[in-house]
C-alpha cells in the first residue's frame, strides 16, 4: 500500500548513486587527487550526522541546537578509550554511538518539557555546559584537544588506507538510512510526524509524545555519536571545536539547507554545504560572501530546501 | 566588599548593554514572529561605524552618534529589502537566511576595515578612575552604566506609557487581533526595527572600548541576547530587563567569585578546573533552570 507518508525506496536512481559514490575513491586516484577521498568521507560522515539531526528537526518537529554536543561525545568518547588500549573499531563506533546515546538522554529528558524557541535554547544551554566542560578538563586536553597516533583497526581491513576508510563510513551511512527509512516507516516513525504536526492531538489519541519524542531523541544522539567517532578516527585529532555552538548551527544549517523531512534532506544539505564550502574557498578567501548569497538564494526560491528540487515531491509539509 | 561593589557594577553594566540588545530582539521576535540571527550583525555595524567615525571626527558624541543614524538606516534597508520577505515562513528558513546575512556582513566588514579588530579608545576625559565612597571605579564604565540606564528607562516608559508602545505591546500579544483593531502592524514593525538597530548601534559604540570592535563580535553577544530573551520570556520588554540584569550579574559574579570559592571548598586540582568551568556555564545553568520550571520564561508575553 502506498500512502502520503510512506518513503518508497526507487531501486534504479539509488543504484546510480551508491554506484558512482563506489566508485569515488579508484576515480580520484586516476585524477591524481587522493587528498579528496579523505574530503569525500569527511562529507559522508557529515551526511550521517546531519540525517541524524533531520530526524529530530524535520520529522520530530524537535529544533535541536546542541547537536554538536552529541556529534563530540562520541568523538571524545573513542579519543579516549584508544590511548587506554581498546583499539577495535567494532568496539570503538559503537562505544561512541551508545555515549551519545546516553547524553542524549539525560539531555532530551530535561528539554522535552519545553517546545518551540524554548527548546531550541535549552539544548543550547546543555551543549554549551558540555562545550565548557571539555574546554576546562585537562583529561581531555582542554583547549587543545586530543590526538590519536593511529586509526582504529576494523579487524581484517585497515582504516589507515583512505579509501578504505572511506568504503567503511559508506557503508555506515548507507546502513544508517536504510534504518531510519525503516523507522519512518514504521508505526513510531509516523507517531513522529503525527506528534510534530500536533502534538496536543496525538497526546489526545493517546500517544506518550514525550515518550517518544524521547526516544527518538536518543536514536539521533547516538547516531550523531557514532558520526563523532568516526570523524575522530578519520582526522586522528579531536578539539573542544567540534562542540561549539556554530557546530551546532552549521549542522542545523545543513539540514534546513537540504530540506527538513526530507529523508535525503540531511544528506543533501551536508554535501551541497561542505562541497559549496571547499569549492569557493579554492577561489575567494571571501568564501562566507559566497556561501552566504548561495544560502539567500535558496530560502528565496527553495524555501522548503534544495531535496524539493528532487523528483516525486507531492507532500505539503510544514514545519514548527 | 569592595570587590563585590566592583562587580555589581561590573554585571549591571553588562546586564544593561545586554538589554539594549534583548529588547530589539525580543520585541523583533514577539511582534513579526520572526527569528532575526542578525541582530548581531547590526551590533557588530555599530561598533565598526562609530569606530571609524571617533577616528576620523576624534568626537566619541559625534561617533556615537552617526552609529546609531547609520546602523538604524542599515537596519531599515535590510528589513524592507529582505526581512520582510521573510515574515510568512518557517521560522527555519528565518534561521537560515538571517544566517546568510551573518556570513554576508562578517566578510563585507573584513573587506571593508580587514580581519585584525579596531581599537577603539574612551574620551580622554573618562578614561580616569572615579572615587566612588571608598573605591575607585573607571569613569567610563559608570558613563556606560549611566547611558545604559537612561536608554533602558527611556524604552521602558516609551513602550509602557505611549500610544506606540501600546500598538507594540498590542501587536507582541496578538497581531491578528492588533491587526483588526486598526494598527498597522507593517510600518509598525518597520520602527521597532529602526529602533532595535539603534539600539544595537549604542551597545556596540559604547562597548568597543571595553571590548575588541572585530568582524565575529556579534555572534557571541547575539548567543547571549537569546539567553537573556528566553530566561525573560520572548516578547516581554519587562521579561528582557530582569533577564539582562539576572544574565549580566550571574555571569560577571560567577567568573569572579567562583574559581575563589572553589579554592576554599575543594582540593586545589579540582578546583583550578571547575571553578573557570562553572563560571562559563552559569548563565547556561541558569536559563535550563529557569525553562525548566518556567517552560515559557519568567514573563511569557502570550499565555
Known amino acids: ?320 | 566588599m569592595i570587590l563585590v561593589a566592583e562587580q555589581l557594577l561590573n554585571g549591571l553594566q553588562l546586564g544593561l548593554m545586554l538589554f539594549l540588545l534583548a529588547a530589539g530582539l525580543t520585541l523583533v521576535f514577539g511582534i513579526m514572529n520572526m527569528i532575526n540571527l542578525a541582530h548581531g550583525s547590526l551590533y557588530m555595524i555599530g561598533a565598526y561605524i562609530a569606530a571609524a567615525l571617533i577616528e576620523a571626527s576624534g568626537s566619541f558624541l559625534l561617533g556615537i552618534a552617526s552609529a546609531i543614524v547609520g546602523t538604524a538606516l542599515v537596519g531599515v534597508a535590510l528589513e524592507m529589502t529582505l526581512l520582510r520577505r521573510l515574515y510568512r515562513l518557517s521560522h527555519l528558513s528565518q534561521v537560515l537566511a538571517t544566517f546568510a546575512v551573518i556570513l554576508i556582513a562578517n566578510e563585507i566588514v573584513r573587506m571593508i576595515w580587514g580581519s585584525q579588530p579596531i581599537l577603539l579608545n574612551m574620551p580622554p576625559a573618562l578614561s580616569g578612575p572615579i572615587e566612588l565612597g571608598g573605591f575607585r571605579y573607571p569613569a567610563y564604565r559608570l558613563v556606560v552604566i549611566g547611558a545604559g540606564l537612561a536608554v533602558a528607562l527611556f524604552l521602558y516608559l516609551l513602550v509602557t506609557r505611549t500610544r506606540a508602545g501600546m500598538w507594540v505591546r498590542a501587536g507582541a500579544s496578538d497581531r491578528e487581533m492588533a491587526e483588526v483593531m486598526g494598527v498597522d502592524t507593517r510600518a509598525l514593525f518597520t520602527v521597532v526595527f529602526a529602533i532595535g538597530a539603534a539600539l544595537c548601534a549604542v551597545a556596540g559604540a559604547l562597548l568597543g572600548p571595553l571590548l575588541a570592535v572585530q568582524v565575529g563580535m556579534g555572534e557571541n553577544i547575539l548567543i547571549l541576547a537569546f539567553v537573556v530573551i528566553s530566561i525573560g520570556g520572548i516578547g516581554s520588554i519587562r521579561g528582557a530587563l530582569v533577564g539582562s540584569l539576572l544574565v549580566g550579574v550571574v555571569d560577571t559574579a560567577g567568573r569572579a567569585f567562583l574559581p575563589f570559592l572553589f579554592r576554599k571548598m575543594l582540593p586545589s586540582v579540582i578546583a583550578s578546573e571547575a571553578g573557570p568551568a562553572v563560571a562559563s556555564m552559569l548563565i547556561y545553568m541558569l536559563m535550563a533552570a529557569v525553562l525548566y520550571f518556567r517552560p515559557s520564561g519568567l514573563f511569557p508575553a502570550r499565555s
Open chain 1, 1 to 320: 500500500m502506498r500512502d502520503t507518508l510512506y518513503i518508497p525506496l526507487r531501486p534504479w536512481p539509488t543504484f546510480g548513486v551508491v554506484a558512482a559514490l563506489v566508485l569515488l575513491p579508484p576515480a580520484m586516484l586516476l585524477l591524481d587527487l587522493p587528498f579528496y577521498v579523505v574530503f569525500a568521507t569527511r562529507v559522508l560522515i557529515y551526511t550521517l550526522i546531519a540525517t541524524s539531526l533531520n530526524l529530530l528537526i524535520g520529522y520530530g518537529g524537535m529544533v535541536s541546537f546542541g547537536h554538536a554536543a552529541f556529534v563530540g561525545t562520541g568523538a571524545y568518547t573513542v579519543a579516549m578509550l584508544m590511548p587506554a588500549g581498546i583499539v577495535s573499531a567494532w568496539l570503538l563506533w559503537p562505544a561512541s554511538l551508545l555515549a551519545g546515546a546516553l547524553f542524549a538522554l539525560l539531555i532530551g529528558a530535561v528539554s522535552l518539557r519545553t517546545r518551540g524557541v524554548y527548546f531550541i535554547m535549552i539544548t543550547l544551554a546543555f551543549a554549551q555546559m558540555a562545550y565548557y566542560l571539555v574546554l576546562s578538563l585537562h583529561a581531555l586536553g582542554s583547549d587543545d584537544g586530543l590526538t590519536l597516533g593511529a586509526r582504529p583497526s576494523l579487524g581484517f581491513l585497515d582504516l589507515n588506507g583512505d579509501a578504505t576508510f572511506y568504503y567503511a563510513a559508506l557503508a555506515i551511512l548507507l546502513g544508517a538510512l536504510a534504518l531510519v527509512r525503516a523507522l519512518l516507516n514504521a508505526p513510531l516513525g509516523r507517531a513522529l510526524q503525527g506528534i510534530r504536526d500536533n502534538e496536543t492531538r496525538m497526546e489526545a489519541i493517546g500517544f506518550a509524545t514525550y515518550r517518544l519524542k524521547l526516544v527518538v531523541f536518543v536514536i539521533a544522539g547516538a547516531v550523531a555519536g557514532l558520526g563523532g567517532g568516526l570523524l575522530v578516527s578519520l582526522d586522528r585529532l579531536v578539539g573542544p571545536n567540534l562542540l561549539h555552538w556554530t557546530e551546532s548551527g552549521l549542522l542545523m544549517i545543513m539540514v534546513i539547507l537540504g530540506g527538513t523531512g526530507r529523508l535525503l534532506g540531511g544528506v543533501l544539505g551536508a554535501a551541497v554545504l561542505l562541497i559549496a564550502q571547499e569549492v569557493i574557498a579554492e577561489r575567494t578567501i571571501h568564501w562566507p560572501l559566497g556561501i552566504g548569497v548561495v544560502l539567500l538564494v535558496v530560502v528565496l526560491f527553495a524555501p522548503k530546501g534544495l531535496s524539493a528540487w528532487l523528483p516525486n515531491v507531492s507532500r505539503e509539509r510544514s514545519n514548527t
